[in-house]
């Protein structure tokens, strides 16, 4: 395993464990953060909460808070399995965006979001001037902001490196703001432990040293330049983790490439996002596959001559606690994959 492998594992284990240990510390309110640009003060913790997002429902589920969740939004796909009882219980005010109105009739005092592009500047759901003049705070997950710029529309860009110190850094704000320490601290270190078990298993795996993958989130058509993950988002860090290089070099969270650029780059692996949501055709994981057989340019790339394909979870693949689920889905991938010399 190369040397800055295991340098960024102990800087990651050091980050965590200090955010481990300050989320012990019981809440004293009012709390003051900042989160994503914004100064925010809770007096204390929230008692009805909006979700905007599935990474943010998912998180407040994890430190055992569902009981102050009264509307979920924005699902790629289904709940963890255990969550699947508490999460029935909830209203679902949209598969995808929710209107403002939608959000602000369940009177919540704190709305949790995944992206700023649904609570921000120019929100699709709404800005966080319009929620703070009813009143209603907003907290979007930090590894939507954090190294990245979403000013330039879209998905954003990345100023440097998806780091899933970010996502810990969120679990350990919520679990403040709710003043749930142990919870947060239990989570961070069940992820930590996970993240850590994924790399050694692959680092027995000896893998090719050039070893190259792309990943394909969906296409707005069929045959359609697809969406790809750029080199510095959540696929971007797992490559980084396994040693595996991205044939994608743009800095874009999800820029589109057309596969006869795809082609030349010719991926060993291919990783498909496989997901609920039906906003464009190819989010369908089906279509994706019969693409990559029949497509004249696309059938003859080495990873799909090789049936070297993975399907992942689409949550995975965005900034998540997911991602970690999402490596080890990809090292359980890797072992059954051989490789020529």
């Not at 109105?101 to 649904?118: F, G, K, M």
Request: charged share 20%.
């Amino acid at each position: 395993m190369p040397l800055y492998r295991y340098a960024l594992a102990a800087l990651l284990g050091f980050a965590v464990n200090s955010a481990a240990s300050e989320s012990r510390e019981a809440t004293h309110y009012p709390l003051m953060l900042e989160n994503c640009g914004v100064e925010l003060s809770f007096d204390a913790a929230p008692q009805r909460t909006v979700s905007v997002g599935q990474a943010a429902t998912e998180i407040l589920y994890a430190l055992g808070l569902a009981d102050r969740v009264v509307g979920t939004s924005v699902w790629f796909t289904p709940v963890l399995p255990q969550f699947r009882e508490v999460n029935a219980g909830i209203e679902r005010l949209a598969d995808n965006d929710p209107s403002f109105e939608a959000v602000v009739n369940r009177r919540p005092d704190l709305v949790a979001a995944q992206y700023e592009w649904h609570i921000g500047p120019a929100g699709s759901v709404g800005s966080r001037e319009q929620f703070s003049e009813l009143g209603i705070a907003t907290y979007i997950m930090p590894a939507d902001c954090d190294t990245k710029d979403n000013s330039t529309g879209g998905d954003g860009t990345r100023v440097a490196a998806f780091s899933i110190d970010s996502v810990y850094k969120g679990i350990g704000e919520l679990a403040a703001i709710f003043d749930v320490q142990p919870a947060g601290t239990a989570l961070i270190e069940d992820l930590q432990q996970r993240e850590a078990r994924a790399v050694e298993a692959a680092r027995k795996l000896d893998l090719p040293q050039d070893l190259s993958a792309l990943f394909w989130f969906s296409s707005p058509d069929e045959g359609a330049a697809p969406y790809v993950a750029g080199r510095l988002g959540a696929p971007g860090y797992m490559m980084r983790q396994l040693g595996i290089r991205n044939v994608i070099g743009s800095s874009e969270e999800w820029p589109t490439v057309d596969w006869e650029t795809i082609a030349r780059a010719d991926p060993d692996i291919i990783v498909l996002a496989r997901m609920d949501r039906r906003r464009y055709p190819m989010d369908d994981i089906a279509g994706k596959r019969e693409f990559l057989q029949s497509d004249p340019v696309a059938s003859q790339m080495s990873a799909v001559q090789q049936n070297h394909i993975v399907e992942m979870d689409a949550h995975a693949m965005s900034a998540t606690m997911r991602t970690i689920f999402g490596l080890e889905s990809l090292v359980a991938a890797l072992e059954s994959m051989s490789f020529d010399p």
